[in-house]
Every structure is written in structure tokens, then in C-alpha cells.
């Protein structure tokens, strides 16, 4: 019996490792040779001029300069934001906590390039409607707001972020031990001066990976930076590596492979920093029994007004920019809410995108990737997270740091290393090979909640399946599966939503004939077309809306999805 189990288990885990390893570091050791080549069409043709020409890049020294600003204020808005959130739905007394359930699911309802389209037609300097609004009540000449600007891109990016680092720092919030605090408390201390001395300190290795985290993001975003840097000019890593790409008549892959290098290699370093940081954190946290509850800290007077902020931004993240894509959706251009804008709304842009042939088709390529790819994508998952669960060997862990490697990519650079590994086979510039990179990109996401589900099955049961005859693939269709439905369920809904939603790896590898529509939105709102911009948007927020609420209904654990 246990002869049988070894033989197939231990081939299951070298193809797995194979597959795996062509989906993740395939597409690295590509990029890095491709960053040597002369050409797309001559691979394999060594030379260091792409080098050359990447680093002595006059526009070089200010994309690295913006690049640090934007990170460092994205991370730096976002992880006090989210401090701050977290603090008071875990450890204060503020009303209807239960308000804060619902900022995990927050980016998972609107898409980053959504979100930036409906602040960009409100703070449009030259036409955005609450520019317009205040130019007409102020008589200025001017609008006092510039989404095309550095601070505009921070303020996006960093209220993206918010919802994530919210999640990564209430559960040290709950956990940390409220000893110390309570000792500050009897010796006549302030509740703020127990903050600050006290509470914050103990936290700090949480802030620290909150923040090292949310640099992450920041560092591989690309749909704000797109959207707003790229007409204000004000260029970032991966907007630079786009640009050249995407401008003139002859891209060049192998100076973006140069420079998409350094990208990867600080995303990784960051990475095994965030690690780091999540372990020491762990330090802090307390194990109690199930009727632990920390303290609770009475906001007195500050009660509602901190409440209503709360409010504010929830409205900022969902209100204001869902409200704006309904409204402008029914307009021809942006108007100031008025009997005029009234008289003037129509079905228009909605019959222009559902008319345009190619928009029709990113819709339809958008879909078939979100439910054939997310079908291979959770097959492959399923098992992954068993052998990195139920096969303990040295393979297994080996495995389980392949599978887990992606996460270190931002999607614009791994997106040229996919172009470079796709270059010479069939699956170039077909939908197969979108396929095959959002697999390889989003592998983790799969895995993760599986790998979790896999941990809560005894062992015995598969044994005893086995007791009876039945074969390792006999055990895992019969028993296993059923018992991970739900979950499996729940991550092939998560990963289709992903797919949906999915930008920066399309902006790089989507052709003629294999649209999707976060690039037909983009393309879009690069023509000023913002009222077929909020139509398809309400379009796919629709898709993804409906495959969120069916996860938040299965109890999917949505702090993986992002």
C-alpha cells in the first residue's frame, strides 16, 4: 500500500514541479535573457547594448525619483489610514463595527483602472465635474484640484491600498497582548498617551510590514500610473517600461527587460523583507482561548465624529466613484449635475460599447478567461495544495516556494518575461497565451485558501478510502474533492474575479483579437471617451460584483485576494 502511494505520488510531484517552474520562473530566466538580446525576433543574439541603453536613459534619474516619492506616499497614506481603521473597529468603542466587514471586499467591487477613470472625471483640472462645480460657485479661473499630478496619483494608489493594509494590521490589533496597556491605564495615563507610548511601539513590526507591503503594491501598480501619470507626464517604473513597449513603431522588449530587472529584484527583496517583518510581529501576538477580547477603548465625545471620517472613507472608496461612473455613464461628456445634465442623459454610450465589435470581443475574451482560466488555474491549485500539504518531502517544500514565487512579480514586468517565453511557441499573441500568464501570475491566489482547506482534512480519511482499494486518485475524486468543495468553489470564483479584473500582464501581452476589457477601458479613457469608459466599466463591475457576493456567501477568505 505504501509502495503504491509512494509511486504515484512522487511523479505527481516532479511534474508539478516542472509545470509549476515553467509558469513562474520560466518567464524570469526569459526576461532575463531576453534583457541580453538583441531583438524580439533575435533571441539568443547576445549583446549589452539594451543595458547600456536603459541606464544612461536621461529620463531615467526622474522616473527612479517619482518612483520612490509614489511608493513611499502610497505606503506611508495607505498603512496610516489603515492603522488608523483598524484601531478603531478593533479596539474602540465606535458604532456599527460591523461596517468595517465590508472594506475587505471593497477592491474586489470596483477595478483599479475604474476607480481612477471616476476621481479623473471628477478632478479633471479642465473639466472635471467637481472642478467645474467649484469654478462656477467661486467664480476661479481655474480648478483648484489636478488629478495629473504626483499628489493625485498617491492619493489614488494609497486609497486602493487602504482596504489591504486595514486587513494586514487588525488582526495584530486584536491579538498583541493588552497587558502593558492596562498597566498604563491604572497609573492614571491618557488613552492617547497609551497609544503613543505603548500601543503603537508594541505594533511596530506590524506597521512595518503593513508598510513594506503596501510598497509592494505601489511599486507594481500600473493602472493609476497609466491613467494619471502618463497624461500629467509623470512617469513611474512601470509606466517607463510600458512606454517602451507601447510608443513607436519599433518596441523594444529588450531594453524593458533590462529595466524591468531592477523592478523584480527590489519586489523580491521586499518580499522576503515582509516575511521577515510578519514573523517578528508574531512576537507580539498572545494565544488566548476562544473568550479573549482586548480591551475596549471609549472614544468618549470623539465617538461620532471618528465614526462619521469612517463614513467619508467608505464614501471615497465606493460611494463617490460608483455614483460617478453611473452618472457619466448616461452623459456625453462631463456636466455638472443639473436639469441640463438631466435632459441630456441617454442610452448612447451604453448602445456604442455593446455595438462595438471590439469591444464586444474583449468582453466575450474576458469571460472565457475568467472561467476556462480560473478552471485550469484552481485544477492546478488543487493539486499543488495537496502535495504541499499531504507529501512531506524535500520536493513538496520545494513546491511550495515555487508555487509561492509570483508573488514577488509585479504584473508589468512578468508580463514581459511571459512575452519573451512565449515568443517562439504557438501560444504567442494568441488567447491561449494570455491564458497561460494569468495562470502562471495568479497561481498563488489559487493555492493559498486550498492549502488551508487541505490542512483541515484528517489524513485518515484518505487512508481509510485507500484500506478499501481504492487508488490515490480514486481517494482524492471520492473523498477529498467533495470535502473541498466549497472551498474550491470559493477559489475558482476569487481567481475568475481576479481574471476579470486583471491589467498590467494584458497591457503587455493583449494583441489585436485578444482584447480584454480592462485594456479597451484604458484605451478608452486615453480618448477622453468617459462616458463609454463608466458604461463597460458598470459592465464588468457588474461581472465582478456578482462573483464577490457569491464568495463573500461561501465565507471565502478575502484577505487572499489581493
Same mark, same amino acid.
Given at each position: 500500500?505504501?509502495?503504491?502511494?509512494?509511486?504515484?505520488?512522487?511523479?505527481?510531484?516532479?511534474?508539478l514541479?516542472l509545470?509549476?517552474?515553467?509558469?513562474?520562473?520560466?518567464p524570469?530566466v526569459m526576461?532575463?535573457?531576453?534583457?541580453?538580446?538583441e531583438?524580439i525576433?533575435?533571441?539568443?543574439?547576445?549583446?549589452?547594448?539594451?543595458?547600456?541603453?536603459?541606464y544612461?536613459?536621461?529620463?531615467?534619474?526622474?522616473?527612479?525619483?517619482?518612483?520612490?516619492?509614489?511608493?513611499i506616499?502610497?505606503?506611508?497614506f495607505?498603512?496610516i489610514?489603515?492603522?488608523?481603521?483598524a484601531y478603531l473597529?478593533?479596539?474602540?468603542?465606535?458604532?456599527f463595527k460591523?461596517?468595517?466587514r465590508?472594506?475587505?471586499?471593497?477592491?474586489?467591487?470596483?477595478?483599479h483602472?475604474?476607480?481612477?477613470?471616476?476621481?479623473?472625471t471628477?478632478?479633471?483640472?479642465?473639466?472635471?465635474?467637481?472642478?467645474?462645480?467649484?469654478?462656477?460657485?467661486?467664480?476661479?479661473?481655474?480648478g483648484p484640484?489636478?488629478?495629473?499630478?504626483?499628489?493625485?496619483?498617491?492619493?489614488?494608489?494609497g486609497?486602493?491600498d487602504?482596504?489591504?493594509?486595514?486587513?494586514?494590521?487588525?488582526?495584530a490589533?486584536?491579538?498583541?497582548?493588552?497587558?502593558?496597556?492596562?498597566?498604563?491605564?491604572?497609573?492614571?495615563?491618557?488613552?492617547?498617551?497609551?497609544?503613543?507610548?505603548?500601543?503603537?511601539?508594541?505594533?511596530?513590526?506590524a506597521?512595518?510590514?503593513?508598510?513594506?507591503?503596501?510598497?509592494?503594491?505601489?511599486?507594481?501598480?500600473f493602472?493609476?500610473?497609466?491613467?494619471?501619470g502618463l497624461?500629467?507626464?509623470?512617469?513611474?517604473?512601470?509606466?517607463h517600461?510600458?512606454r517602451?513597449?507601447?510608443?513607436?513603431?519599433?518596441?523594444?522588449?529588450?531594453?524593458?527587460?533590462?529595466?524591468g530587472?531592477i523592478v523584480?529584484?527590489?519586489?523580491?527583496?521586499?518580499?522576503?523583507?515582509y516575511r521577515?517583518?510578519?514573523?517578528?510581529?508574531?512576537q507580539y501576538?498572545?494565544?488566548?482561548?476562544k473568550?479573549y477580547?482586548?480591551?475596549?477603548v471609549?472614544?468618549?465625545?470623539?465617538?461620532? $465624529?471618528l465614526?462619521?471620517?469612517?463614513?467619508?472613507?467608505?464614501? +471615497? #472608496? /465606493?460611494?463617490? !466613484? &460608483?455614483?460617478?461612473?453611473?452618472?457619466?455613464?448616461?452623459l456625453?461628456y462631463?456636466?455638472?449635475?443639473?436639469a441640463r445634465?438631466?435632459?441630456?442623459?441617454?442610452?448612447r454610450?451604453?448602445?456604442?460599447?455593446?455595438?462595438n465589435p471590439?469591444?464586444?470581443?474583449?468582453l466575450?475574451n474576458?469571460?472565457?478567461?475568467?472561467?476556462?482560466?480560473?478552471?485550469?488555474?484552481?485544477?492546478?491549485?488543487?493539486?499543488?495544495?495537496?502535495?504541499?500539504?499531504?507529501v512531506?518531502?524535500?520536493g513538496?517544500?520545494?513546491?511550495?516556494?515555487l508555487?509561492?514565487l509570483?508573488?514577488?512579480? $509585479?504584473?508589468?514586468?512578468?508580463?514581459?518575461g511571459f512575452?519573451? +517565453? #512565449? /515568443?517562439?511557441t !504557438? &501560444?504567442?499573441?494568441?488567447?491561449?497565451?494570455?491564458?497561460?500568464?494569468y495562470?502562471?501570475?495568479y497561481?498563488?491566489?489559487?493555492?493559498?485558501?486550498?492549502?488551508?482547506a487541505?490542512?483541515?482534512?484528517d489524513?485518515?480519511l484518505?487512508?481509510?478510502?485507500?484500506?478499501?482499494?481504492?487508488s490515490?486518485?480514486?481517494?482524492?475524486k471520492?473523498?477529498?474533492?467533495?470535502?473541498?468543495?466549497?472551498?474550491?468553489?470559493?477559489?475558482?470564483?476569487l481567481t475568475?474575479?481576479?481574471?476579470?479584473?486583471?491589467?498590467s500582464v494584458?497591457a503587455?501581452?493583449?494583441r489585436?483579437?485578444?482584447?480584454?476589457?480592462t485594456?479597451?477601458?484604458m484605451k478608452?479613457?486615453?480618448?477622453?471617451?468617459?462616458?463609454?469608459?463608466?458604461?463597460?466599466?458598470?459592465?464588468m463591475?457588474?461581472?465582478?460584483?456578482v462573483?464577490?457576493l457569491v464568495?463573500?456567501l461561501?465565507?471565502?477568505p478575502?484577505?487572499?485576494?489581493?
Amino acid at each position: 500500500m505504501l509502495e503504491r502511494k509512494s509511486a504515484l505520488r512522487f511523479p505527481l510531484v516532479g511534474i508539478l514541479i516542472l509545470v509549476v517552474g515553467a509558469l513562474t520562473v520560466g518567464p524570469v530566466v526569459m526576461l532575463v535573457v531576453g534583457s541580453f538580446s538583441e531583438g524580439i525576433g533575435a533571441l539568443g543574439k547576445f549583446t549589452i547594448d539594451k543595458y547600456v541603453a536603459a541606464y544612461t536613459d536621461p529620463v531615467l534619474p526622474k522616473t527612479l525619483l517619482n518612483t520612490v516619492i509614489f511608493t513611499i506616499g502610497c505606503a506611508s497614506f495607505s498603512t496610516i489610514l489603515g492603522g488608523l481603521l483598524a484601531y478603531l473597529s478593533v479596539r474602540t468603542d465606535i458604532p456599527f463595527k460591523g461596517l468595517f466587514r465590508v472594506l475587505p471586499v471593497v477592491p474586489m467591487m470596483i477595478p483599479h483602472v475604474l476607480f481612477a477613470a471616476a476621481w479623473i472625471t471628477l478632478l479633471n483640472p479642465t473639466n472635471g465635474m467637481l472642478n467645474l462645480f467649484l469654478r462656477n460657485i467661486f467664480k476661479l479661473s481655474s480648478g483648484p484640484f489636478n488629478i495629473y499630478s504626483l499628489g493625485g496619483m498617491i492619493f489614488l494608489e494609497g486609497m486602493l491600498d487602504l482596504p489591504v493594509t486595514y486587513l494586514v494590521i487588525s488582526p495584530a490589533m486584536y491579538s498583541f497582548d493588552t497587558t502593558l496597556e492596562e498597566a498604563s491605564w491604572v497609573s492614571g495615563a491618557s488613552n492617547l498617551y497609551t497609544l503613543r507610548r505603548i500601543t503603537l511601539p508594541i505594533l511596530r513590526p506590524a506597521f512595518l510590514a503593513t508598510f513594506t507591503l503596501a510598497i509592494i503594491r505601489s511599486l507594481a501598480s500600473f493602472a493609476v500610473p497609466s491613467m494619471v501619470g502618463l497624461p500629467g507626464r509623470i512617469h513611474v517604473l512601470t509606466t517607463h517600461v510600458y512606454r517602451i513597449i507601447s510608443i513607436g513603431w519599433s518596441p523594444d522588449y529588450g531594453r524593458a527587460a533590462a529595466i524591468g530587472l531592477i523592478v523584480l529584484v527590489a519586489a523580491i527583496i521586499l518580499v522576503y523583507l515582509y516575511r521577515y517583518l510578519i514573523a517578528e510581529s508574531s512576537q507580539y501576538v498572545t494565544v488566548t482561548g476562544k473568550g479573549y477580547r482586548p480591551t475596549v477603548v471609549e472614544l468618549g465625545r470623539a465617538r461620532y $465624529p471618528l465614526f462619521f471620517l469612517c463614513i467619508l472613507l467608505f464614501c +471615497f #472608496l /465606493v460611494v463617490i !466613484p &460608483l455614483a460617478t461612473l453611473v452618472y457619466m455613464s448616461f452623459l456625453p461628456y462631463s456636466m455638472v449635475p443639473s436639469a441640463r445634465a438631466i435632459s441630456m442623459m441617454s442610452l448612447r454610450n451604453w448602445h456604442t460599447v455593446l455595438a462595438n465589435p471590439i469591444t464586444v470581443r474583449a468582453l466575450k475574451n474576458s469571460v472565457f478567461l475568467a472561467v476556462v482560466g480560473a478552471s485550469l488555474a484552481i485544477l492546478l491549485s488543487l493539486f499543488v495544495a495537496y502535495v504541499i500539504v499531504k507529501v512531506r518531502s524535500r520536493g513538496s517544500a520545494f513546491l511550495e516556494s515555487l508555487s509561492f514565487l509570483s508573488f514577488s512579480f $509585479p504584473g508589468m514586468i512578468i508580463g514581459v518575461g511571459f512575452m519573451w +517565453f #512565449l /515568443v517562439q511557441t !504557438p &501560444l504567442y499573441a494568441t488567447i491561449w497565451g494570455l491564458l497561460v500568464a494569468y495562470v502562471g501570475t495568479y497561481l498563488p491566489y489559487g493555492i493559498r485558501p486550498l492549502r488551508s482547506a487541505f490542512m483541515q482534512i484528517d489524513q485518515e480519511l484518505e487512508e481509510s478510502a485507500r484500506v478499501f482499494g481504492a487508488s490515490f486518485l480514486q481517494a482524492l475524486k471520492d473523498i477529498v474533492v467533495p470535502l473541498l468543495a466549497p472551498g474550491v468553489i470559493s477559489a475558482w470564483i476569487l481567481t475568475a474575479c481576479m481574471f476579470i479584473r486583471e491589467l498590467s500582464v494584458s497591457a503587455v501581452l493583449s494583441r489585436p483579437g485578444t482584447e480584454v476589457l480592462t485594456v479597451e477601458i484604458m484605451k478608452l479613457a486615453n480618448d477622453g471617451l468617459w462616458g463609454q469608459v463608466a458604461a463597460l466599466g458598470i459592465i464588468m463591475i457588474g461581472l465582478s460584483t456578482v462573483l464577490v457576493l457569491v464568495a463573500n456567501l461561501l465565507r471565502v477568505p478575502l484577505s487572499h485576494a489581493e
